[in-house]
């Protein structure tokens, strides 16, 4: 369950990572539509809320496992993220608490709990610039940044808009639905680390007059491939949310096994 917990923070890192872009040529083919202006229709408000739930299923398929869990998320916006992970036969296997400066989870199969500074995900991924914000934005499947019409390249085709860019490090390539103007998949490469990412969103519904997408596949390579399906089942806004946490005494404290993760 801690792989699985550092793996759900690291697709919110890494397809939150893709910042102003530098070094592209504008180039717009079909529609004549100005990059600036279609840049400006992408930048899709937040869907606005205080607190948030949802349940969902997650299925996780690596070389060696496929196993099918149920996760219970809930946030208050720009202060906490809570997750419960559960096995289908309902038992808890594990809970994580994120906060602006910390991440906290109890393994409840190994009964073993672990505490570390937000610094340990940024350590964990090679994000160094990673924050809450972004991981929010992540679960709400609005995490389009501000970019710079001339310096970003966008591809009309029959359906969708094709949105390319790349920094030193970070290599993107966004579809952009042509009706709705949702995002429709983002593929991410991180040549430094030689990681790569592509996400899928589907089943777009409102919320809050907003579109949210319930259903989203995930495809995710490290040293190992993983593939992620993400089906949203509820999803609640602004209904006051608990973040119980509390540590059994019998567990096993894991301290911090690196300086930097003592920070």
């Not at 398929?61 to 196993?67: A, I, L, P, V």
């Not at 946030?75 to 419960?84: E, G, N, R, T, Y």
């Not at 160094?128 to 970003?152: C, E, S, V, Y």
Request: proline share 3%; glycine share 2%; hydrophobic share 40%.
């Amino acid at each position: 369950m801690r792989k699985l917990f550092l793996l759900f923070v690291f697709i919110g890192l890494l397809s939150s990572a893709c910042k102003t872009v530098h070094q592209t040529k504008t180039r717009v083919e079909g529609e004549k539509t100005s990059t600036a202006d279609l840049l400006k229709k992408l930048e899709q408000p937040d869907i606005p809320y205080k607190w948030f739930f949802a349940k969902a299923k997650i299925q996780i398929e690596d070389s060696h496992n496929d196993n099918t869990v149920n996760a219970v998320i809930r946030m208050k916006k720009d202060s906490v993220i809570w997750i419960s992970l559960n096995a289908l036969v309902g038992i808890e296997v594990s809970r994580m608490l994120i906060t602006p400066d910390s991440v906290k989870m109890l393994d409840r199969f190994n009964k073993r709990y672990y505490a570390r500074s937000f610094s340990y995900v940024q350590q964990m991924t090679g994000v160094d610039d990673l924050n809450f914000a972004q991981l929010q934005r992540m679960i709400m499947g609005n995490d389009m940044q501000a970019m710079d019409p001339t310096k970003t390249e966008v591809v009309k085709t029959d359906s969708s808009y094709q949105v390319n860019s790349h920094e030193s490090q970070i290599e993107s390539v966004i579809w952009i639905n042509a009706l709705n103007f949702t995002m429709a998949k983002k593929e991410l490469k991180n040549k430094v680390i030689n990681q790569s990412y592509e996400m899928d969103y589907d089943d777009y519904r409102l919320l809050a007059d907003r579109l949210f997408s319930y259903r989203r596949r995930v495809r995710l390579a490290t040293k190992e491939v993983y593939n992620l399906n993400i089906e949203y089942q509820k999803v609640t806004l602004d209904e006051p949310q608990k973040f119980p946490f509390n540590v059994p005494d019998k567990y096993l404290v894991v301290k911090p096994e690196t300086k930097e993760e003592k920070k």
